[in-house]
C-alpha cells in the first residue's frame, strides 16, 4: 500500500517538476509582457526534439552514457535562444494591441512550430532510447523510482529557489518586478523596455525547451506533445494564479500529484478532474490561489 | 462610397453561383463547399460574440463537438436518421449545454472570458476521449448517411448525394442562418450588444443587462456552432473528439480574423478562403499548418481588419481603440 502511494505520488512529483519548469515561462512572459504564450508548450516540444538530437550526437561521437543529461540540458537551453528571434521578429509588433491579437499571433506560433518540428525531426515517435535508467533506480520506502527522475525532481526544485532568488534579491529581479508592476514608470525610470523584454521572453523559451528536454528521456516525443502539454500548463497557471511564480509552484505540484492520482484511481478521471478543478477556481477565485502578486 | 445596390447585386451573383457550382464546377470543388457551408453557419454565430459583443471564445469547438456528436449519437445509436430532427436536437443540446456554461463564463472578460471557455471545451474533449464506451474515444463514431426531407435519396451513392441533394441541404440551412442573423445583428438586441462590446458601463447606465445579453450572445452562437457541427459530419462519415479540441477552436477563431471580424460578411468570406486555401496549400506542401501559421502572424501584425478589413472603405475599428 505504501509502495503503491509512493510510486503514485513520486509519478505525480516528476510530471509536477516539469510541469512547473513550462508553467513557470508562461508565468514570467504573461508577468511582465502580459501576453499568454500559447506557444509554451511549441516551446517544450522543441526543446524534447532538440534534447534527443543533442543526445544522438553525443553518444555518436563516443560520450559515456552515464553523461547524457549534459547534451540532453544543453541541447534544450541551446533551442531556447530562439526566443529571440520571435520576440524581435513577432511579439514586439503586438505589445499595444487587443489581447485577442496577442493570443493569436502565439496561436500562430503554435501552427508554424508543429509542422517545423514535423519536418525537421519527421512524424515517427522518437527517444532517447534505453537512457532513461542510465543511472539505475532507488529504492523508496518498499518501490522503485528511476534515479532520474530523482535528478530532474531535484534540478527542477533548485531552478525554482534559483528564480525565486533573482527575482527577489539581484537588480535585474527588481527590474523585473516593477516592469511587471507598471511598465510606463518603470520605462519613465530608465529600464531599457525593448532590452528586458527580449531577455524575459528568451528565459521563458528556455524554461520551456529545458522541461522538454528534461522530460524525454522519460517517455517518447511526438509532434503533439506541445499542444497537449499547453491545457496542462494553462491549468497550472490558471490554479496558481496568472503571472505569480509561487502560482506556478503549488499549480504544478497539485496538476501533477492529483493527475498521478486520478490515473491509478479512475484512469477516465485524469485530465477531466484538473479541468473541473480549473473551471472552479475561475469562478471561485479568478486570480487563482497566489494570482495577486505579480512575476 | 458604394452605390446602395452593390452589396445586394453582390449576394445575388454568389448566391447565383453557388446554386450552379455543382452543374459547373469539378465534383471535387463541389466537395469542398460542404465544410465551407458548415464553417459559415459556425463563424456567424461565433461572430455574433466575437465582432458584435467582443468577447472571444477559446473553447467554441464545444458546440460544435456536440452538434456533430448529436448527429452520430441519433444515428447510429438510436435510429433517428432525419436530418431535421439532428439539427433540432443538436440545437436544444447545444443551448441546454450553453445556458450554464453561458451563465458562468459571461461573468468575466477578456483573457478570462477565453480561459474559462477553452476550459470548459477541454471539459468536453477530455470527456469524448475518455469514456469511450458512449463516444467510442479517440476512433469516435460512424454516422449514417442522414435521410434529407424524409428522403433516404438511395438512388444516390455518396458522391451523387454528397453534391446533390446533401449540397443544396446545406446551402438552404446557411442561407437561413445567414438571414437570420441579419436580423438578429440589425435588431435592437444587435445594436444593445455593440453598445456593450464598445462601452459597458454605459450600456449599463443605459439599464442594458449587460451579463444577460452576454449570455443570449452566448446561447445563440452555441445553437449556430452546434448546427454547424451537425452540417459538418455527414461529409465524412465519422467523429472524432478532435472536433472538441482546443486548436479547433482556435482556428474558428483564425477564420473569423481572416476574413474580417468587423464585417458581417466577414466570416462566411474566411470560412471560404481557409477550406480552399488549405486545400491548395496542401495539394503542393505537406505542411499546410506553417504556410497557414505564417499567413495568421502576417494577418494579426499587418492586416487585424482581414480580408474585409483590406477592401473596406472606412479604417475597421479595431479592438483595442475600443478600450
Keep these: 500500500?505504501?509502495?503503491?502511494?509512493?510510486?503514485?505520488?513520486?509519478?505525480?512529483?516528476?510530471?509536477?517538476?516539469?510541469?512547473?519548469?513550462?508553467?513557470?515561462?508562461?508565468?514570467?512572459?504573461?508577468?511582465?509582457?502580459?501576453?499568454?504564450?500559447?506557444?509554451?508548450?511549441?516551446?517544450?516540444?522543441?526543446?524534447?526534439?532538440?534534447?534527443?538530437?543533442?543526445?544522438?550526437?553525443?553518444?555518436?561521437?563516443?560520450?559515456?552514457?552515464?553523461?547524457?543529461?549534459?547534451?540532453?540540458?544543453?541541447?534544450?537551453?541551446?533551442?531556447?535562444?530562439?526566443?529571440?528571434?520571435?520576440?524581435?521578429?513577432?511579439?514586439?509588433?503586438?505589445?499595444?494591441?487587443?489581447?485577442?491579437?496577442?493570443?493569436?499571433?502565439?496561436f500562430a506560433l503554435v501552427l508554424m512550430l508543429e509542422d517545423v518540428i514535423r519536418m525537421t525531426w519527421g512524424t515517427a515517435p522518437a527517444s532517447t532510447g534505453g537512457l532513461y535508467l542510465a543511472y539505475g533506480q532507488a529504492r523508496i520506502l518498499g518501490t522503485t523510482v528511476p534515479v532520474y527522475n530523482l535528478i530532474v525532481i531535484a534540478a527542477s526544485l533548485a531552478i525554482a529557489l534559483g528564480m525565486s532568488w533573482v527575482l527577489g534579491?539581484?537588480?535585474?529581479?527588481?527590474?523585473?518586478?516593477?516592469?511587471?508592476?507598471?511598465?510606463?514608470?518603470?520605462?519613465?525610470?530608465?529600464?531599457?523596455?525593448?532590452?528586458?523584454?527580449?531577455?524575459?521572453?528568451?528565459?521563458?523559451?528556455?524554461?520551456?525547451?529545458?522541461?522538454?528536454?528534461?522530460?524525454?528521456?522519460?517517455?517518447?516525443?511526438?509532434?503533439?506533445?506541445?499542444?497537449?502539454l499547453i491545457v496542462e500548463a494553462f491549468a497550472v497557471v490558471v490554479i496558481g494564479g496568472l503571472g505569480s511564480m509561487r502560482g506556478a509552484f503549488v499549480g504544478a505540484l497539485v496538476v501533477g500529484v492529483l493527475r498521478s492520482i486520478a490515473i491509478s484511481v479512475y484512469p477516465e478521471l485524469e485530465m477531466l478532474l484538473i479541468y473541473l478543478i480549473v473551471i472552479a477556481v475561475l469562478l471561485w477565485r479568478p486570480r487563482g490561489l497566489f494570482g495577486a502578486a505579480a512575476a | 462610397m458604394r452605390p446602395w445596390w452593390a452589396t445586394p447585386a453582390m449576394l445575388a451573383a454568389v448566391g447565383i453561383a453557388a446554386v450552379l457550382m455543382p452543374l459547373l464546377a469539378p465534383l471535387y470543388y463541389v466537395t469542398l463547399m460542404l465544410p465551407f457551408m458548415a464553417y459559415g453557419v459556425v463563424l456567424l454565430g461565433f461572430n455574433l460574440l466575437f465582432g458584435y459583443t467582443g468577447l472571444v471564445s477559446f473553447g467554441h469547438a464545444l458546440f460544435i463537438g456536440i452538434g456533430a456528436y448529436t448527429g452520430a449519437v441519433l444515428t447510429t445509436h438510436l435510429?433517428?436518421?432525419?436530418?431535421?430532427?439532428?439539427?433540432?436536437?443538436?440545437?436544444?443540446?447545444?443551448?441546454?449545454?450553453?445556458?450554464?456554461?453561458?451563465?458562468?463564463c459571461v461573468r468575466y472578460v477578456k483573457i478570462y472570458f477565453g480561459m474559462l471557455t477553452l476550459a470548459f471545451g477541454m471539459v468536453f474533449y477530455t470527456f469524448l476521449l475518455k469514456f469511450y464506451r458512449i463516444t467510442g474515444g479517440d476512433e469516435g463514431m460512424r454516422l449514417l448517411r442522414p435521410y434529407l426531407l424524409g428522403s433516404e435519396w438511395a438512388g444516390f451513392n455518396k458522391t451523387a448525394y454528397l453534391v446533390g441533394p446533401y449540397y443544396y441541404y446545406s446551402l438552404a440551412v446557411l442561407a437561413l442562418a445567414t438571414l437570420v442573423m441579419w436580423r438578429i445583428v440589425a435588431s435592437p438586441f444587435g445594436l444593445c450588444l455593440r453598445t456593450?462590446?464598445?462601452?459597458?458601463?454605459?450600456?449599463?447606465?443605459?439599464?442594458?443587462?449587460?451579463?444577460?445579453?452576454?449570455?443570449?450572445?452566448?446561447?445563440?452562437?452555441?445553437?449556430?456552432a452546434a448546427v454547424g457541427g451537425a452540417l459538418l459530419a455527414p461529409p465524412t462519415g465519422n467523429v472524432d473528439p478532435?472536433?472538441?479540441?482546443?486548436?479547433?477552436?482556435?482556428?474558428?477563431?483564425?477564420?473569423?480574423?481572416?476574413?474580417?471580424?468587423?464585417?458581417?460578411?466577414?466570416?462566411?468570406?474566411?470560412?471560404?478562403?481557409?477550406?480552399?486555401?488549405?486545400?491548395?496549400?496542401?495539394?503542393?506542401?505537406?505542411?499546410?499548418?506553417?504556410?497557414?501559421?505564417?499567413?495568421?502572424?502576417?494577418?494579426?501584425?499587418?492586416?487585424?481588419?482581414?480580408?474585409m478589413g483590406l477592401f473596406a472603405p472606412r479604417p475597421v475599428p479595431l479592438a483595442s481603440e475600443r478600450g
Design chain 2, 242 to 307: 478532435t472536433l472538441a479540441y482546443w486548436t479547433h477552436s482556435g482556428n474558428v477563431v483564425f477564420m473569423v480574423l481572416l476574413g474580417g471580424f468587423a464585417s458581417f460578411w466577414g466570416p462566411l468570406l474566411g470560412a471560404f478562403v481557409f477550406i480552399f486555401l488549405q486545400d491548395t496549400v496542401m495539394s503542393v506542401f505537406p505542411y499546410w499548418q506553417l504556410v497557414f501559421g505564417a499567413v495568421l502572424a502576417v494577418l494579426v501584425i499587418f492586416a487585424p481588419g482581414g480580408l
Design chain 2, 196 to 224: 456593450i462590446r464598445d462601452n459597458p458601463v454605459k450600456a449599463e447606465s443605459l439599464g442594458i443587462g449587460v451579463p444577460r445579453y452576454r449570455w443570449y450572445a452566448f446561447m445563440i452562437s452555441a445553437v449556430y
Design chain 1, 169 to 228: 534579491r539581484t537588480a535585474f529581479g527588481r527590474i523585473i518586478r516593477a516592469a511587471a508592476d507598471n511598465r510606463e514608470m518603470a520605462e519613465a525610470l530608465g529600464v531599457d523596455m525593448r532590452g528586458l523584454y527580449a531577455r524575459v521572453f528568451t528565459l521563458g523559451t528556455m524554461l520551456g525547451t529545458l522541461g522538454g528536454a528534461l522530460v524525454i528521456p522519460a517517455t517518447a516525443a511526438m509532434s503533439e506533445m506541445g499542444v497537449e
Design chain 2, 79 to 104: 435510429g433517428i436518421r432525419q436530418m431535421e430532427v439532428i439539427l433540432l436536437v443538436a440545437a436544444l443540446a447545444a443551448a441546454v449545454a450553453a445556458a450554464p456554461v453561458g451563465a458562468l
Design chain 1, 1 to 106: 500500500m505504501t509502495a503503491h502511494l509512493v510510486n503514485v505520488l513520486m509519478g505525480g512529483v516528476f510530471h509536477a517538476a516539469i510541469l512547473f519548469l513550462v508553467a513557470s515561462g508562461l508565468q514570467l512572459v504573461f508577468g511582465v509582457q502580459k501576453i499568454f504564450n500559447l506557444a509554451c508548450g511549441s516551446f517544450y516540444a522543441l526543446g524534447a526534439y532538440s534534447g534527443i538530437s543533442a543526445v544522438a550526437y553525443f553518444t555518436g561521437h563516443g560520450g559515456a552514457p552515464a553523461l547524457f543529461i549534459v547534451p540532453l540540458a544543453l541541447g534544450g537551453l541551446a533551442v531556447g535562444l530562439v526566443g529571440v528571434v520571435v520576440e524581435r521578429g513577432l511579439l514586439r509588433f503586438v505589445y499595444d494591441r487587443d489581447e485577442t491579437f496577442q493570443l493569436l499571433l502565439t
